[in-house]
């Protein structure tokens, strides 16, 4: 059974850092995993896409996280990272890892990570 376990939430002041790290434990074919990424949910909002990688290295950001943002992967460890630079409290929301198995069309979530950002 494949989980991934994300790490790296937290609480910090507008203009801090944090770094969010998902990992997947369980078997799980590094070739099968198409892209990769993060989403997250803000209180009373949908769920919506922050950055997405895919096995090839492209990456994808919202217009909200472009120029703060930054996406990386490591396909053999099938790990994701964000690195969110330059917090601000509408960054305030639960962040959601995926992956993406394009070989079965099957999308796994990790059970998702606070990161709270204070005015």
């Known amino acids: 059974q494949v989980q991934l376990v994300e790490s790296g939430g937290g609480l910090v002041q507008a203009g801090g850092s944090l770094r969010l790290s998902c990992a997947a434990s369980?078997?799980?074919?590094?070739?099968?995993?198409?892209?990769m990424g993060w989403y997250r949910q803000a209180p009373g909002k949908q769920r919506e896409v922050a950055a997405t990688?895919?096995?090839?290295?492209?990456?994808n950001y919202a217009d909200s996280v472009k120029g703060r943002f930054t996406i990386s992967r490591d396909s053999a460890k099938n790990t994701v990272l964000l690195q969110m630079n330059s917090l601000q409290p509408e960054d305030t929301a639960v962040y959601y890892c995926?992956?993406?198995?394009?070989?079965?069309?099957?999308?796994?979530w990790g059970q998702g990570t606070q990161v709270t950002v204070s005015s």
């Open positions: 995926w992956f993406y198995n394009g070989i079965m069309n099957y999308a796994y």
């Open positions: 990688i895919t096995r090839g290295g492209n990456t």
């Open positions: 369980g078997t799980m074919s590094s070739l099968s995993i198409s892209a």
